[in-house]
């Protein structure tokens, strides 16, 4: 079936790519997305209410609903758009040795997590919920800001310094939407600060392994291994954490959050160039 018209200006128009056309997708994405857990929460039964590791339909109708909503939007979108090719192929720019230390970074708060979570505590229906949810976390958010955001900003012309800052801080003031939700200012604050640093590690990631599942993979680790340790997802104790959790919230923010900083002003180069500039031969092809 031809396409018509219409369809030809919207593809044309989001393929131009550039900052303003991606905020302009990302305001509609999560109008959606935020409808969706307005609808989840609807659905809930009263019985259902309580913390978020009590029952499996907490964790569903808080976590999982809008995220299998978001994950069909992106995945149906990428497909209709043709850039699937481009966002899970091997990343049409170079990558230096020192961006390793992204994935590495992140990985540890991963390993103090597991280590420190007590596993007897909630339900295994639960847990493996959790893991589930989690794994989709990934999923729909490196797809969104490490894909569809990348991909938008390079199509924009853009280099990559420019693309993993925007692309973190985009990510980043994402989550300042728990305010709305009543979240106290200092815990947002210092969530988006967390997850701009955060959002530096998956564009390293993604750098240095040279595929976006790898960042969806470890991003998809990171979070459900949050929630089973702390009880939700951005929350911050109202005890003094002790034991491995004093380590993993130490090394959060004197480790993870100013080297994530300090390594994304390193970030150098573009799309389809080597260091020296010179056009690559899987330059990304930029359709009209």
């Given at each position: 079936?031809?396409?018509?018209?219409?369809?030809?200006?919207?593809?044309?128009?989001?393929?131009?790519?550039?900052?303003?056309?991606?905020?302009?997708?990302?305001?509609?994405?999560?109008?959606?997305?935020?409808?969706?857990?307005?609808?989840?929460?609807?659905?809930?039964?009263?019985?259902?209410?309580?913390?978020?590791?009590?029952?499996?339909?907490?964790?569903?109708?808080?976590?999982?609903?809008?995220?299998?909503?978001?994950?069909?939007?992106?995945?149906?979108?990428?497909?209709?758009?043709?850039?699937?090719?481009?966002?899970?192929?091997?990343?049409?720019?170079?990558?230096?040795?020192?961006?390793?230390?992204?994935?590495?970074?992140?990985?540890?708060?991963?390993?103090?997590?597991?280590?420190?979570?007590?596993?007897?505590?909630?339900?295994?229906?639960?847990?493996?919920?959790?893991?589930?949810?989690?794994?989709?976390?990934?999923?729909?958010?490196?797809?969104?800001?490490?894909?569809?955001?990348?991909?938008?900003?390079?199509?924009?012309?853009?280099?990559?310094?420019?693309?993993a800052v925007i692309s973190s801080l985009l990510f980043a003031v994402s989550h300042s939407v728990n305010?709305?939700?009543?979240?106290?200012?200092?815990?947002v604050g210092s969530t988006v600060l967390y997850t701009f640093a955060f959002g530096a590690l998956m564009?390293?990631?993604?750098?240095?392994?040279?595929?976006?599942?790898?960042?969806?993979?470890?991003?998809?680790?990171?979070?459900?291994?949050?929630?089973?340790?702390?009880?939700?997802?951005?929350?911050?104790?109202?005890?003094?954490?002790?034991?491995?959790?004093?380590?993993?919230g130490g090394f959060t923010f004197f480790v993870l959050i100013p080297i994530g900083i300090i390594l994304?002003?390193?970030?150098?180069?573009?799309?389809?160039?080597?260091?020296?500039?010179?056009?690559?031969?899987?330059?990304?092809?930029?359709?009209?």
């Amino acid at each position: 079936m031809n396409e018509t018209t219409d369809q030809r200006a919207l593809k044309g128009f989001l393929n131009k790519g550039g900052f303003w056309r991606l905020l302009a997708l990302l305001v509609v994405y999560f109008a959606i997305y935020l409808g969706a857990g307005r609808v989840a929460g609807q659905l809930r039964g009263e019985s259902d209410e309580g913390e978020l590791l009590d029952s499996v339909s907490n964790v569903f109708f808080d976590l999982t609903f809008g995220l299998i909503v978001g994950a069909v939007l992106l995945t149906a979108f990428t497909a209709y758009m043709g850039w699937n090719k481009e966002i899970y192929g091997r990343q049409p720019v170079y990558r230096s040795g020192w961006m390793w230390l992204g994935p590495i970074i992140a990985v540890v708060p991963i390993v103090l997590r597991v280590l420190d979570i007590d596993w007897g505590g909630p339900a295994l229906s639960v847990v493996l919920m959790v893991l589930a949810t989690g794994l989709m976390i990934g999923y729909v958010e490196e797809l969104l800001f490490r894909g569809i955001a990348v991909r938008m900003l390079r199509a924009g012309g853009h280099r990559e310094f420019a693309v993993a800052v925007i692309s973190s801080l985009l990510f980043a003031v994402s989550h300042s939407v728990n305010a709305l939700n009543g979240q106290e200012l200092t815990t947002v604050g210092s969530t988006v600060l967390y997850t701009f640093a955060f959002g530096a590690l998956m564009y390293l990631t993604m750098r240095s392994f040279g595929f976006i599942i790898a960042a969806m993979i470890l991003h998809g680790l990171t979070d459900p291994t949050a929630i089973l340790a702390t009880g939700g997802i951005d929350e911050v104790s109202v005890t003094a954490p002790e034991g491995l959790a004093a380590v993993n919230g130490g090394f959060t923010f004197f480790v993870l959050i100013p080297i994530g900083i300090i390594l994304l002003l390193c970030v150098r180069g573009k799309a389809g160039e080597d260091k020296a500039g010179a056009p690559t031969a899987d330059a990304p092809v930029v359709s009209a």
